[in-house]
């Protein structure tokens, strides 16, 4: 099924729109995550806000019948002798949800002690006013626990990377690989920076979420590379630039196709999925996004970029083509 006819469009026409856009989100994505590190929300320095999985400490959901009053509820924890707690409506307005968070505490005694601390408070002053059929909801973590879950999760995102370009610097050349690890990171920075923005927290579903969207930029930008290595087999003298809006004019149909469903079933997600899946859905509307933007603005105009480099050398061409089929 072709979603487009015989498209015409010169992309590479457009990389240095397509630069100063990627730079623009970019390092507006860095300078937040600067400024979160410099100015760190309850002692924590951290470039982007995160989840109580990885920070350590305790967070209590609480959702009441009425709405309530963020004030009251300050005062009566702060009276039951819970200090520096920070209290904020949490979810769509009608849910009339609280959520509760602790700094992060030192060691698994003092976790503990507070999360008792917040529900008796609550059960004193508002047992009457919790919605019987959700009532409180905690999370508990201990920093030593979430220290290493930070950890691994950051080798996890390296890791895959680093098998992707080994993977595709033997199927195509290491040059196709670098160019699809540049996208790659270009696409988790941008989501990442995202999340700094607009102060959303990290935690392993987000995670979870961002090795998703990893391995589908990946999944597109090995389809615009495969149809530019069967052209350049057919048309080994059709200038670089060409050949490559060609290939991907030949795959927008495809791209359009896949990821427009994969994001209308996101954003769907997005919208009605309610808070638990909030911030996962959000790493994938903005990462599938991203991701196809990428895999045509990022990764492809790279390949013509080091090809025009070797040539203004005097070196020959080093893109291969494509095997020719047997039989």
Same mark, same amino acid.
């Given at each position: ?13 457009? @990389? ?24 760190? #929300? ?19 959901? &609480? ?19 819970? @200090?520096?707690? &920070? ?49 409180? @909801? &905690? ?5 030593? &626990? ?77 389809? #615009? ?89 005097? @070196? ?12």
């Amino acid at each position: 099924m072709e979603f487009f006819r015989s498209p015409n469009v010169n992309w590479l026409g457009w @990389k240095w729109y397509f630069l100063a856009f990627s730079m623009v989100f970019s390092v507006a994505g860095i300078v937040k995550m600067c400024w979160n590190w410099e100015h760190p #929300v309850g002692g924590m320095r951290s470039p982007v806000p995160l989840g109580v999985d990885f920070r350590g400490g305790t967070q209590v959901d &609480v959702q009441f019948s009425n709405p309530p009053d963020i004030d009251a509820i300050r005062r009566a924890i702060e009276a039951a002798g819970v @200090k520096d707690a &920070v209290i904020t409506s949490f979810g769509p307005a009608a849910n009339h949800e609280v959520l509760i968070s602790l700094p992060e505490e030192t060691n698994e005694a003092a976790i503990d002690t507070g999360r008792q601390e917040i529900e008796s408070a609550l059960q004193a002053r508002y047992n009457n006013y919790f919605n019987p059929n959700t009532g409180v @909801k &905690v999370d508990v973590v201990g920093p030593t &626990v979430g220290h290493q879950l930070e950890k691994q999760a950051t080798l996890a995102t390296i890791y895959s990377m680093l098998g992707m370009l080994i993977y595709l610097w033997f199927r195509f050349q290491l040059i196709y690989g670098v160019a699809a690890v540049v996208a790659c990171f270009h696409d988790t920075l941008i989501t990442v920076g995202a999340f700094a923005l607009w102060n959303r927290e990290i935690s392993l579903t987000v995670i979870a979420a961002i090795l998703t969207l990893v391995g589908y930029s990946m999944n597109d930008t090995i389809v #615009v590379f495969d149809r530019i290595r069967e052209n350049l087999r057919i048309s080994r003298r059709e200038r670089l630039t060409d050949l490559v809006n060609r290939s991907i004019n030949q795959t927008l149909s495809r791209t359009v196709l896949t990821s427009g469903l994969t994001f209308l079933t996101v954003l769907a997600l997005f919208i009605f999925g309610g808070p638990v899946l909030n911030d996962f859905s959000f790493a994938l509307v903005v990462g599938i996004l991203i991701g196809t933007y990428s895999s045509i603005a990022i990764a492809a105009p790279m390949l013509v970029a080091w090809q025009e480099r070797r040539a203004g050398k005097g @070196k020959p061409a080093s893109l291969p083509a494509a095997r020719k089929p047997k039989g």
